[in-house]
């Protein structure tokens, strides 16, 4: 049962007592193939629907183990020259994909009047680290090329995605201000990523049981993806964070993940980044995806967009 001790909100209240009523197994216990349904059937019933595009379209780019699904979005069916979204899913490295997360890229598109580009990349445990962020940068650089499938002119990369779709955004960034693409990475924004070790943190402990992502989840995610967490391309933060460029970063106030955002968005101040923090209180994990079961995380998207609008709009 939710520790009541904390505010939750009365949606996100009534999306856990439901749950909890279902009684399922979590992803540790049915394993990566069963998982990926269940994220695909929550993600059924309790997101929103998706926003109408002019342009939606399945492609690949090419990857360093061949060619990597995408999906292509813009609510124009033409544009000048203008900044695309690269958009890198949650799923702890093991589940998600571009259909989970398909109502969510038409609403980015939608809302800050921008391409979008979800990239659907290796899964671990078949495809463990660094498969996932190698994918990600690949498809990074490519999108970065202008490549004539999207037929827009790309003038710089906006990189966002949640949970471990966060850390691949911050890695992926981190990457291209190392060593850059053909153009800049002018915005990035993670949504409660997972950006330095969670074991340490008491949101962990916190938020551990009953707010949907668990620790024995998260345990078993970082299990099946590997890695070593000294890697900075593993855990962002042991590296050198200091050319971040402009981050919008959020979390959610009932999250397991909540203080390494937290985390994060203070390194980047203390570095000197620009940075706005929006922290959504009452709010669970994954609430994104879940904007039909919790109608008022519609709001708290459309806060996170509006401040990642802001911020492309200063340096476009």
Known sequence: ?????????????????????MGGKGVEE??????????RMVGAVAEAEPRAMAVQKDLTCPGPSGPIPIRFYDVKAERGPSPCVLFLHGGGFVIGDLEVYNAL?????????????????RLAPEHPFPA????CEAA??????????????????????????????????????NDPAEVPVIVQAPIYPVASDVTQHSSLAMFAEGF?????AMAWFTDQYGGDSSDPRHTPMVGDCSNTPP???????????????????????????????????????????????IPSGQNDLEAFLDATKLMVERYR
């Open 247 to 293: 981050t919008v970063v959020c979390t959610a106030g009932l999250d397991p993940l909540r203080d390494s955002g937290r985390e994060y968005a203070a390194h980047l101040v203390q570095l000197g980044t620009e940075v706005v923090y929006l922290e959504f209180p009452g709010i669970i994990h994954g609430f994104t995806t879940l904007r039909k079961a």
């Open 105 to 121: 890229c038409t609403e980015i598109s939608h809302h800050l009047d921008l391409p979008v580009v979800s990239v659907d990349y």
């Open 1 to 21: 049962m939710a520790d009541t001790e904390h505010y939750v909100r009365d949606d996100v209240r009534g999306f856990l007592d439901m749950l909890e009523a």
């Open 30 to 39: 049915v394993g990566a193939k069963e998982g990926r349904q269940q994220m």
């Open 140 to 177: 990074a650089r490519w999108v970065a090329s202008s490549p004539g499938e999207l037929e827009r002119e790309i003038t710089g990369l906006v990189i966002t995605g949640d949970s471990a779709g966060g850390n691949l955004t911050i890695v992926t960034t981190n990457q291209l201000m």
């Open 132 to 135: 996932a962020p190698d994918d």
């Open 212 to 216: 949907l992502l668990t620790g024995a």
